[in-house]
């Protein structure tokens, strides 16, 4: 018994019926405050000038999230 593996190329890309979203979480020790993930940027950047001026906290980690289609090439 033998197993022919032949190569295939493949691409991935941004799914064309998916949506980029962007979420936010406080950084500040263990304030834990965090934005939902929201296709409007814009949105969460209002969130997180909000908590800033509520709290005085002021770094966030941005998480920017798509998602992705593996394609076979010449299909
Ligand atoms: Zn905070």
Do not use: K
């Not at 991935?12 to 950084?27: D, F, N």
């Not at 950047?45 to 909000?50: I, N, P, Y």
């Amino acid at each position: 018994m033998s197993t022919v593996l032949r190569f295939v190329q493949h691409r991935i890309i941004s799914h064309p019926r998916g949506e980029v979203t962007v979420s936010a979480q406080c950084l500040d020790g263990d304030c834990g405050w965090s934005a939902l993930p929201n296709p409007d940027v814009a949105s969460v950047d209002v969130e997180c000038m909000a908590h800033t001026g509520r709290t005085g906290h002021p770094t966030f980690a941005r998480r920017y999230e798509d998602v992705a289609l593996v394609e076979r090439v010449g299909e």
